[in-house]
Nanobody, 124 residues
């Protein structure tokens, strides 16, 4: 019953910032580990960031540490990805996903629900 809808993607210059949103419906987001994945052209879908059910822990891919921040607003039932210091290698379709698992967060097979994706393009 959980549904996810991403928004906030677009075109941005290198060094710029963008904030992605993942609006959930049908179930509270705090029942899930909520993650962001991305898929660049010709590449496999890759883990970006996750916030655990308790929101106590956050984990990031090495490629985005220090630049991206994942957060959650329970009142709005929405998860965000703040993306700073963007570079062309960040260009990809970004997907929001929900997992009932308690570990192995980078494994996309643990995510049963996915959004439709939002395009992020970073120009040099």
């Amino acid at each position: 019953q959980l549904q996810l809808v991403e928004s906030g993607g677009g075109l941005v210059q290198a060094g710029g910032s963008l904030r992605l949103s993942c609006a959930a419906s049908g179930r509270p987001v705090n029942n899930y580990a909520m993650a962001w994945f991305r898929q660049a052209p010709g590449k496999e879908r890759a883990f970006v960031a996750v916030i655990t059910r308790s929101a106590v822990s956050k984990y990031y891919a090495d490629s985005v540490k220090g630049r991206f921040t994942i957060s959650r607003d329970n009142a709005k039932n929405t998860v965000y990805l703040q993306m700073n210091s963007l570079n062309p290698e960040d260009t990809a379709v970004y997907y929001c996903a929900a997992s009932r698992a308690y570990n192995d967060y980078p494994n996309l097979n643990n995510y049963a629900t996915w959004g439709q994706g939002t395009q992020v393009t970073v120009s040099s």
